[in-house]
């Protein structure tokens, strides 16, 4: 099994993954999160949903908060 690594709210987690990348629509969808309302990042670069993410690589997601 492939895995990567995701930081969310200071928390850094360990996701497995099926193949050696995954598509970054596809790793917010296995994390319950909407696309809409988050953005990867991958050291300085911010990501698209069709970039991939490469087994043992380390991204951070944001997911943004209406406080309205």
Request: proline residues 3%; glycine residues 6%; charged residues 35%.
């Amino acid at each position: 099994m492939h895995e990567i690594s995701v930081e969310i709210d200071g928390k850094v987690i360990t996701v497995p993954i099926k193949k050696r990348s995954i598509k970054v629509d596809s790793l917010l969808e296995k994390l319950s999160i909407y696309p809409e309302t988050a953005v990867v990042i991958r050291g300085k670069e911010l990501l698209c949903d069709d970039d991939r993410i490469n087994e043992g690589e380390k991204v951070k997601i944001v997911v943004a908060t209406s406080k309205g």
